[in-house]
């Protein structure tokens, strides 16, 4: 009985945990509250379960009790303090006498995610590499680190490594099967890569490469069925990359109207943004 009551107790901050967890993911995405209002309440949700985190040895509870900590400093761009937050997570899983993939995974990410937005670029290939250990290729968040992997070329101007990821992703068997937005967000890059061949800042692909990704404008804004819609987000960075493209083209009549229409756009989706 002493047993169950003690079990029980853990068992509720488990639930207490992953509920907090759960709401503020979703309140991330569907709220309009500010930064400093989310932080805020991340703070309080972390000081209800931290005494729990200091008494508990549990792998539910640590897992949801770091992630709703990390969200105080994710909430507001807080890049050391959010990388601080993961590597207590990432001792506190690896003192396990067993591989705890999944926590592993998600706060080297994380980290990844930090070193990349503070241009620690060395750091952030230590950070892909042993994210990588804790993945099954093919799957959704496999991808997921490529496309973090592809964005850390890019920054550091490595653009011909970018392209290498680019392909073999784009090839993958399993490709075809992540959701519409997921592709998307990969032929938008390609699109980008594109844009810096014609700009001379990436060499041409070989004749073979070339062929295999055989890009056109017109084909490209024809499968942006998701993005398209997404008036204040990624819909501009495919209206940028049309542009670009004209310009790298000299297609200055085409742009002229084009340009006209997208202050159009400005004042109709971005007044408020």
Known sequence: NEDFKAYEQLWLQENRAEEYYIELSIGFINSKATKTEFQEKAKAHYETVREALEQYDSYQLHLCGRLIEASIYTSVNDYQGTLEVCQRAIDFFKKKDFIASVPLQIFHYQKFI???????????????????????????????????????????????????????????????????????????????????????????????????????????????????????????????IELLLGIANQRHDELIDRVEAIDKYRTRYMRDA
């Open 114 to 240: 930090c070193h990349v937005q503070l241009r620690l670029f060395d750091e952030a290939r230590c950070d892909a590499k042993e994210c990588l250990k804790y993945l099954e290729e093919g799957k959704f968040n496999w991808f997921k680190v490529y496309e973090l992997y592809f964005l850390l070329h890019t920054h550091d101007g490595a653009y011909a490594e970018a392209r290498d990821i680019l392909n073999n992703i784009m090839a993958h068997p399993a490709f075809g099967s992540l959701p519409d937005n997921v592709q998307e967000t990969w032929k938008i890059s390609e699109a980008y890569l594109h844009f810096l061949e014609l700009a001379g800042k990436l060499p041409p692909q070989s004749a073979k490469e070339a062929k295999a990704s055989n890009f056109r404008l017109a084909k490209f804004l024809n499968e942006m069925q998701v993005f398209t819609k997404d008036k204040q987000g990624m819909n501009i960075a495919i209206i940028l």
